[in-house]
C-alpha cells in the first residue's frame, strides 16, 4: 500500500525531532491524530511532555537501525493548532546540523525557544466605538483626551486599551471611562494584534543613477523568484539601504515575505525610522531585548504567514517564515554573525543555505565584503552590484595616520597633539566629533604599585577592568565582578592601585580636561543598555545636545549624523595585536566602519588613526582609501598559506574544570588526528583564554584543503579519541575566534 502524505489516518508511526541533543528523531505512534510532516506536537519523553517537530511520517526507512517494536511506541499527545513549519526550514535545520555537526535537536531548539509562541494565544480584551449617539460621544463631557481615543478607534481596528492609550498619549483609565460611559465597547478578541502590511508604494526619495540601477538588478532578483547572491557592495553612505528597500517593495508586491538580518538589532533606531518612511510603518522585530509578549507576537505572526517583513539578530534565521521572497544580510562581513557557542554557525552562510532551500534570492550589503564573499564575487558565483561613490554631495572622508611615535600623547594621556587641535577646532567650529577606543570601563587593567601584582579574575585567564561608571572591577569575559580593594591581594599594601591604560571612561576624563566646556557623551554596552537608551542617545545627537563621542565599537557602525565631521581612531593597533587569522581584515573592516562615520552630508569629514605602524599595510589601505588593494594583499597570503578562504579550518576546544583531565584528552586526540595530503593538526596547546568561566581549555587547530570532507574528517576522528565524561569537546567549523 501507498503511504501518502497528506493528513491520512493510515500513518501510525512517525518521526519527532526533540529540541534537545539528541542524535535524531525519536518514532512515536501518531495514534488518533491526523499528522502531517512539519506538525508541532507533544509528546512524552520519560516522565516529561515535550514539544516537537513531525519530521517524517513515513515508516522505518532502509538504512534505520531496529525500529522500535510497535507495541513499545507511546502515543503522540496533542498536535498543536499550528501551520506546519515549512519544509524548507526543516531542510534548512538538518543542513546546519550536518554542516556545524551539532544534534538537530540542537539547531531545532534554535526554532523553538520562545515556548510561550505554542501555547494558545490568550484573549485580548480590545475596543471599539459603539453605536450610542452614532459614536460621537455627544451625552458626555468631551476632553481632548477623550476626543483623541474616539478619533484613533473610528479610523482603526478594536484595540487594546494599552495600544489606545500609546498612540492618543492618555492613561488607559480614559479608554476605561469611555467604556463606562458606554461610548465605547469592549469584545474579546483572540490572538495577538497583527503587524500592519507595510505599503511598497509609499513616497520614497527619488534614487540616483547608480543607486536605480543596482535596485532594478535587485527587484528583477526578487521577482525571479530563485537563488541568487547578490553582493551589495557599496561604500559607507552609498544608500545601500534605499537599494534593498526597493527588493523589499518587489517582494511585498508579491506578497512575499523578507527577513532582514543585522548584526545589532539594538542599533537599529535610525533604520527602523527609515524603513517607516519608505514604507509607512515598522516592520516586526525579533532580537534579544523583546519582552515575552512581543516575541511571542512576532514568532507566531511569522509562523501564520502574518509578518510580511521582520528585521532582526542572526537568531531570525530560524523563523518559521512559511513564504520569503527574499533575505538580507546587512554589514555581511560582521564577525557578530557568528555564534561561538551552543550551535558554532555563521548566520551569513546559513541564510545563503535558506536562500539556496527556499529558492530565493538573498542579499548581501557591506561596505567592506569579507574575502570570502569577495572572492565568491570574483569567481563569479555572487552577482556583484558595486556603488563606488557615496549618495548626493558627500564626498569619503579624508583618512589620515598619526605616528604616535613621532607625535605623542603627553604621559598618562592618550590623543596626540594633531588629534587634541583637530578636536578643538572641530568643535570650536559647531560640529561634532567621535573618538573610537574599543575598550570599555576606565581602564584595562589594574596594579599594585608596591608589588606589581595585577588584578585578573578568579575565573577567567583576564584581568579585571575597572569601571568608574559602577565603580567597580569587571571581568569581562564572565559575571564576575567585585568592588576595588583597598588592600593588595599579593603584598597587603594599602591604596597602591594604579589603572593602567585608557578605556572610554578615563578617555572622556582626557577630553574633559581639554575641553571643559564641550558635552561629552561615553557610549559603550555599558550605557547603552537596550533600545530606549540608544533612542535617547541618538536624539541627544542629531539635536546637537552633545558635542564629543566616546564610544566602543557599538558606535562604529550604522549611524549617521550630518553634523559629525571627525573621527579620531585612539588606538588603531588595537585589533592587531594577537595576529588571528582574521586580525587585519577584521580591523580595516572596523576602521573603515568608524571612518565612515564622519562628514556624511555635505560638510567634509576627517579620520585620524592614531597608530605605531603606519607601514602597516592596513594603515596604508585605510589612508589610501584602496580596499581592493588590501583586500588583493590579504587573499594572496591567505592563497599562499591555504588559509580561508582557499583553505578549510575547523577549531576543537576542549574545556573541563578538571586541567590534567582537559590536557590528556588533548594529547588523546592529537594521537588520532587525521593524517592525508593537505591536512594539518596544530596543537594540542593551551588556548589563549586558558581559563574561561571557571574551565581550562585546550585548543587543536585542524587545516584542510577547501575541498576536503571535513565533516567526515572530524567524525571519524572524534569517534576514535572521543574525551572522557568530565570534558567538553566543542567543535567550531570556519572558526572566528581563535581564543
Ligand atoms: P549606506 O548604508 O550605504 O552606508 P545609507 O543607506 O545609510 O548608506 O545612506 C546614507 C544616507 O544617504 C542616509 O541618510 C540616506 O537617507 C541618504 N540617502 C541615500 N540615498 C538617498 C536618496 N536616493 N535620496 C535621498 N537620500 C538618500
Ligand atoms: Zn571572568
Redesign the pocket.
Known sequence: MQLEMGKSPTISRVKVLLPLPLAGPYDYAAGAHALSPGDYVRVPLGPRTVTGVIWDCDAAEAGDKEPVAEHKLREVETRIDLPPMPETLRRLIDWVAAYTLAAPGAVLKMTLNTPQALKPPPMRTVYRVGDVDGGTGAAIRMTPARQRVLDILADGPPQTASAVAEAAAVSSSVVKGLEKAGVLIAQKSKGDAPFAMPDPGHPR????EV?QTAADSVSAAVQKKSFEVLLLD?V???????VYFEGIAAALELKRETLILVPEIALTVQWLE?FESRFGIRPAEWHSDLGSGERRRAWRAVAEGGAPVLVGARSALFLPFANLGLIVVDEEHDSSYKQEDGVAYNARDMAIVRAREAEIPVILAT?TPSLETIVNAEQGRYTHLKISER??DAGMPHVETIDMRTDPPPSQSWLSPQLSMALLKTIAAGEQALLFLNRRGYAPLTLCRACGHRLQCPNCQAWLVEHRHSSRLHCHHCDYAQAMPRECPSCKAEDKFAACGPGVERLAEEVHALLPDARIAVLSSDTLTGPVAIEEFIRRVEDHEVDILIGTQVVAKGH?FPLLTLVGVVDADLGLAGGDLRAAERTFQILSQVS?RAG?ETRGGVAYLQTYMPDHPVMQALAAGDRDQFLACEGDSRKQLALPPYGRLAALILSSENEAAARQAGRALARSAPTGDGIMVLGPAPAPMALLRGRHRIRLLMKVPRAAPIQRLLQDWVTKAPPPRNVRLQIDIDPYSFN
Do not use: D, I, N
Open positions: 526619495a527619488e534614487l540616483s543607486q557599496g559607507t553612505g552609498a544608500g545601500k539601504t534605499e527609515r561596505a549618495h548626493g549617521h565612515g556624511r
